[in-house]
């Protein structure tokens, strides 16, 4: 409780995520919508692209799991930063920790979540 | 002149902030990008969601895959790569001021080289998640 010890920002560490996060969205992330969500439902794919065992052993291999993991989990530390300042934004006071504990612990929440599916898969 | 004043919660004055977000251009457009990541949470639990049909199962996956076939799922599915895409460009452009100054030699390299090269890396990527997901046959 010494008065002289500066009270340390969680900014940082949080940016860092959200940086990463900015930067898996920005590269991966039109890519992975335009074939899981627009190219594979219409048809545009070859037939099994998509099917379980190849999805299964491409996402459950160790480079697979990782990839997942980091990607899933730093786009969600990147929507709530992001949503977090934004609140800001829309007028709503966010000083004080409790829009802090809802935003950042959900982007925690579902990276353990995340973490427990790879872990299984 | 003191009952002019509108403070807000903390006591502070509080600008009125009625639509600030459409009385510039450059506001709503930064309004529009930091929107993107209403869009980017829903996609991460979209891919929350397949990631936890694939550890349930075949049929969890098969059901996964029927959601992603409907129409309203597809028309969803094309909001968001607009705005994943307007997120990208947004990012590589600001990536030259959030970024420390890159030296060749003692020239500095311009803004404009950076831009570049995250477009030349975003389209390879692309290109590699678009060839490593499509595909099987055997």
Same mark, same amino acid.
């Given at each position: ?121 | 002149? $003191? $009952? ?47 990631? $936890? ?72 990527? $692309? ?12």
């Amino acid at each position: 409780m010494s008065a002289r010890r500066p009270r340390r920002s969680h900014e940082p560490v949080v940016w860092l995520l959200f940086a990463a996060g900015g930067m898996v969205a920005a590269m991966l992330l039109p890519a992975l919508i335009l074939v899981i969500g627009l190219a594979e439902p219409a048809g545009m794919l070859p037939q099994a692209s998509l099917d379980y065992e190849r999805v299964a052993r491409l996402v459950g291999s160790p480079a697979g799991k990782l990839a997942a993991f980091t990607v899933v989990s730093v786009l969600f530390w990147h929507a709530m930063h992001r949503i977090f300042h934004g609140l800001h934004d829309l007028g709503i006071e966010t000083r004080g920790n409790r829009y802090r504990f809802i935003s950042y612990g959900f982007a925690l929440l579902a990276t353990l979540v995340t973490a427990g599916m790879v872990l299984i898969l | 002149m $003191s $009952s002019e004043r509108r403070d807000g919660p903390s006591g502070r004055y509080d600008r009125p902030m009625g639509r600030w977000y459409l009385r510039r251009a450059y506001l709503f457009r930064y309004t529009l990008r930091e929107l993107t990541a209403v869009f980017v949470l829903i996609e991460a639990l979209i891919l929350l969601a397949g990631l $936890s049909a694939l550890v349930a199962g075949p049929a969890a996956w098969a059901g996964f895959r029927e959601t992603l076939s409907h129409p309203l799922m597809i028309g969803l599915h094309a909001i968001l790569l607009l705005a994943a895409l307007y997120n990208s460009i947004t990012w590589f452009l600001v990536a030259p001021k959030a970024m420390p100054a890159i030296f060749i030699g003692t020239r500095p390299v311009s803004d404009r080289v950076i831009v570049v090269a995250h477009l030349i890396v975003f389209a390879i990527l $692309s290109a590699l998640i678009v060839a490593l997901l499509a595909g099987g046959g055997a």
